[in-house]
């Protein structure tokens, strides 16, 4: 699979280069710093620990974030982080190894780290530290490395992998708590002395390394055909939210226990990096800066139609991120050395050099970051590519399918049109010989009428002329009958004449 990591667009080896571009200054500024030792830091007898140990804290807490993740994949099964976690493995390789490069800068010797190893302390924080720290390290390698070569074979991960992803939980929630322990085990910085520094890690941790994980998931379905879906990307804002909610609480809480209580040595260290102690203020605008980030953070991801607005949800994890890096990567280490042993305050200032090393393990981290996830990206999308052939046959298939359905159904239609206009020709057809028929036979009627009532007037004038004949003859038998016999000796009767007679 690392062969996949030489092939990319001109983007992607643009972004190697300037990697290693950086990678090459640190590496100069770090043989610069074994040359001349750690007086090219700002490190002091006073301030014995500087940015390189307060990067090492912030990315520890970056690299345990990842089980934000797999807690809900792993313990509740929720399936939206299925193509989230691989990436949050590969992400808490990518820093631990930052946070043991500036480990080993700070050392100033190299090989002394090995001590850790060759005259191991069980009573020794720091030989915790290194043992959950290491064994985060193998095992996320070791999962996210045998989960991808799960998928590039299109099967299903072992048992075993599941079972150790979820070792890896307590294991992640120890590595942050372990270096919380280093710092409140030291009684005589009372900053740091505090139970709550643990759950100040860990809050901070859940906000910030979430938060990053989205942004690069962002970048990454900018150039890719990487997707997350949208319920995953509210979760994990949600999350996010609900954290750094936890660490502005756990916060507030040091700022009432310190100045309710009137301690100056806890009241000291807070008033140093919120309002700056007899002119001494270099931390103030960075603690106020991740304030106001923070604010914005928060407000911007509680608002659910602003945090489900891609645009917006990019600058509240932006805000979020940077705040949690200005408290935890810049002021909480340095501030836990106000005051000093003799009650004085003695200011860090980092050397140029010191931060082009830090930079340079910002780079190294990036890079092995880059590579990994191009390999994950790469086997999802040789992946995806046969499934996306296969559909698109398929596709096709139904296409032609429907086309021939589309041109039967065009066919039978014009067959259909075709025997309705047939019919309703046939129709007129009969409506008009039906029509013309009953026009001959209304004519018929008419003409047999006509010779009827002639008929009926010749019969009638014949009538009406034997009619008269037979009155003239009756007329005339009448008369002479009249003529013919004697005249009464009686009253006469009335005389009837001839018009009666004929009447």
């Known amino acids: 699979m690392l062969e996949k990591v030489l092939k990319g667009s001109k983007f992607y080896y643009g972004w190697l280069l300037a990697l290693l571009v950086l990678i090459g200054i640190g590496v100069l500024a770090y043989i610069n710093q074994l040359v001349n030792g750690l007086q090219l830091t700002g ?21 345990a974030s990842g089980v934000m993740v797999a807690i809900p994949l792993y313990l509740h099964d929720y399936k939206e ?5 691989i990436f949050g493995e590969f992400m ?17 010797y190299p090989a002394r780290i090995f001590n850790v190893v060759l ?7 720091l030989f915790w530290d290194m043992v959950v720290l290491s064994s985060y390290l193998l095992v996320n390698i070791i999962i996210g490395w045998t989960s991808i070569a799960a998928e590039r074979k299109g099967t299903k991960p072992a048992h075993w992998v599941h079972v150790l992803a979820i070792i890896a939980i307590p294991l992640a929630i120890s590595i942050h708590t372990v270096t919380a322990f280093i710092y409140c085990g030291n009684v005589g910085r009372p900053f740091w002395a505090s139970a709550i520094v643990a759950c100040r890690f860990l809050a901070s941790a859940f906000a910030a390394g979430p938060a990053l994980l989205l942004l690069i998931s962002f970048i990454m379905g900018k150039f890719t055909d990487y997707k997350l879906s949208d319920k995953a990307v509210d979760t994990v804002a949600k999350t996010v939210a609900y954290a750094i909610i936890a660490n502005v609480f ?20 807070l008033a140093y990096i919120l309002f700056g102690v007899h002119g001494h203020n270099q931390l103030v605008p960075f603690m106020w800066a991740a304030a106001v980030l923070i604010a914005i953070g928060i407000v911007i991801l509680l608002v659910k139609k602003w945090r489900q607005t891609r645009g917006l949800l990019i600058i509240a994890l932006l805000c979020v991120f940077l705040g949690c890096w200005m408290d935890k990567g810049i002021n909480f280490v340095l501030a836990g050395f106000v ?5 004085e305050i003695i200011d860090y200032v980092p050397h140029p050099n010191e931060i082009m090393v830090i930079v340079g393990t910002f780079a190294i981290g990036a890079f092995v970051l880059t590579l990994l996830f191009k390999v994950a990206l790469a086997v999802r999308e040789g992946i995806a ?12 298939e139904l296409a032609e399918e429907l086309k021939s359905a589309e041109m039967e159904e065009a066919v039978e239609a014009a067959k259909s049109e075709r025997a309705a206009r047939e019919a309703e020709e046939a129709a007129r057809k009969a409506a008009e010989e039906e029509a013309a028929k009953a026009a001959e036979e209304a004519a018929k009627a008419a003409e047999e009428a006509a010779k009827a009532a002639e008929e009926a007037v010749e019969e009638g004038a014949a009538t009406a002329e034997n009619a008269a004949e037979n009155a003239a003859s009756a007329a005339e038998n009448a008369g002479e009958a009249a003529e013919k016999a004697p005249a009464p000796e009686a009253e006469a009767a009335p005389e009837t004449t001839a018009e009666e007679a004929a009447e």
């Not at 982080?81 to 976690?85: A, F, N």
Request: hydrophobic share 50%; no cysteine; proline share 8%.
């Open 250 to 269: 756990f916060f507030m809480l040091e700022i009432f226990t310190a100045f309710y209580g009137n301690s100056p040595h806890h009241v000291e260290p």
């Open 385 to 396: 590519q046969p499934e996306a052939v296969q559909k698109s046959a398929a596709a096709r």
């Open 43 to 63: 490190m002091s007898q006073d301030v014995n620990w500087g940015l390189y140990i307060a990067q090492f804290t912030f990315f520890v807490g970056v690299a």
């Open 119 to 125: 005259y191991p302390t069980p009573h020794s924080i």
């Open 92 to 108: 808490a390789v990518a820093a631990v190894l930052v946070a043991l490069l500036n480990v080993i800068v700070d050392l100033g």
């Open 339 to 343: 005051p000093n042993s003799f009650g």
């Open 81 to 85: 982080y299925g193509p989230l976690i």
